[in-house]
């Protein structure tokens, strides 16, 4: 069965770091770009990063450079965002979702969806 799960969510003081993971199961992410989406309340769905296949793109929201790191170990079939110096306005679900090779900025591009975890910044 194909399978991400997300994991590493929580709630945060502003100014805080969580790192997310994406794990994989029921297929190899080594022939898939990793991006990440994320979704706050009563707002759309927004891109927030990817990173390609190998590693070799890889690509950021304006909103989050410079604050957020994408990676990933294939060896652990897994991908991870992680997000520093955490603003009120990083709050959301965050997503994981994969595509073949490259990164897309169309959702529909992409094949396979974790089912979100939830990140809370708040004082």
């Known amino acids: 069965q194909v399978q991400l799960v997300e994991s590493g969510g929580g709630l945060v003081q502003p100014g805080g770091s969580l790192k997310l993971s994406c794990a994989a199961s029921g297929f190899t992410l080594d022939y898939y770009a990793i991006a990440w989406f994320r979704q706050a309340p009563g707002k759309e769905r927004e891109g927030v990063s990817c990173i390609s296949r190998f590693g070799g793109t890889i690509y950021y929201a304006d909103s989050v450079k410079g604050r957020f790191t994408v990676s990933r170990d294939n060896a652990k079939n897994a991908g991870y965002l992680q997000i520093d110096s955490l603003k009120p306005e990083d709050t959301a679900v965050y997503y994981c979702?994969?595509?073949?090779?490259?990164?897309?900025?169309?959702?529909?591009?992409?094949?396979?969806w974790g089912q979100g975890t939830q990140v809370t910044v708040s004082s």
């Open positions: 979702a994969t595509r073949r090779v490259y990164c897309s900025d169309s959702q529909r591009q992409y094949d396979y």
